[in-house]
């Protein structure tokens, strides 16, 4: 319909010689016959695809499109030629999908519900895909955390991590969860412990494990975990949060949560 040529050609290793059979309407008779469609038929007949098999195969006449064809109206001319491409109609594969299909199968795909409760939406992203890798949580909003905080922050930008800063007054736990929602994979907390020890605790979103590293090893543990490596072996090394040995040796209480676990001063700040 659109009359766009979709045969294209293409280069023979070496020039050959090849057989061709034409049609030679009998314009003057096809127009006495048919009058005003002389054209059509005439055109029709020169675009036959094998006019050999046509012109031998059967008895006349034949029907072409609605018209009857006989003997007298066609005659085949042979002659040789030699070629050095030949023509060819291109196999194409157009995917019948978009970029739509593929964000919605991957929306579908990572959507899940915390066990313990129905109502805690996850979007378990890869970490290479999900749109922010990491947010950044002060545990309160004190002034003291903003530096820390800014630095944390510039870390992770300068090594090309994306991150977002929730220092909202809400509680952290709910914070977490506002974060899991949205597919982020990992969460840095910084807590009063940051202040005395130069350290944050990582959380992993899926199975809500939380470690505490120095704040110097975040971003290459962070930048391991984004490009695809476990989170196992990855923390390893590091001090889980909650341990035991760890709250002896700062003066903090730690606190369990259903979302998470994070420290506060054992003694009230004055």
Same mark, same amino acid.
Request: a neutral charge; aromatic letters at 6%.
């Given at each position: ?11 023979? &290793? ?29 055109? &029709? ?65 990572? !959507? ?13 992203? $890869? ?17 003291? !955390? ?86 196992? $072996? ?30 506060? $001063? ?5």
């Amino acid at each position: 319909q659109a009359k766009v040529e979709h045969a294209a050609n293409r280069p023979l &290793a070496a020039p050959k010689t090849v057989d061709e059979v034409k049609v030679k309407p009998n314009k003057k008779l096809i127009g006495k016959t048919f009058k005003g469609d002389q054209q059509q038929v005439v055109a &029709a007949l020169e675009a036959l695809e094998d006019p050999e098999a046509f012109y031998s195969t059967g008895s006349f006449p034949k029907k072409l499109l609605d018209f009857d064809i006989t003997q007298d109206m066609l005659t085949l001319e042979r002659t040789t030629k030699t070629i050095s491409s030949e023509r060819f109609v291109p196999s194409v594969i157009e995917p019948s999908f978009g970029v739509g299909r593929l964000v919605h199968a991957l929306l579908e795909h990572s !959507f899940a519900q915390r066990d313990i409760d129905e109502q805690r939406i996850v979007m378990r992203f $890869p970490a290479r895909v999900a749109p922010i890798k990491c947010a950044i949580l002060p545990l309160q909003s004190n002034p003291d !955390f903003t530096p820390v905080v800014a630095d944390v922050e510039q870390r992770l930008t300068a090594a090309g991590i994306a991150n977002k800063i929730d220092s909202s007054g809400v509680a952290v736990g709910r914070r977490y969860a506002r974060f899991d929602e949205v597919g982020t994979p990992f969460c840095v907390t910084v807590d009063f412990q940051t202040l005395e020890t130069k350290t944050v605790t990582l959380r992993e979103r899926d199975d809500m494990v939380q470690v505490r590293l120095p704040i110097a090893d975040l971003v290459p543990t962070l930048a391991t975990l984004v490009a695809g490596a476990p989170w196992g $072996p990855t923390t390893a090394r590091f001090t889980p949060v909650g341990d035991a040995a760890a709250a002896t040796k700062s003066a903090l209480a730690f606190e369990e949560t259903p979302r998470a676990t994070f420290a506060r $001063p054992a003694t009230p700040l004055l």
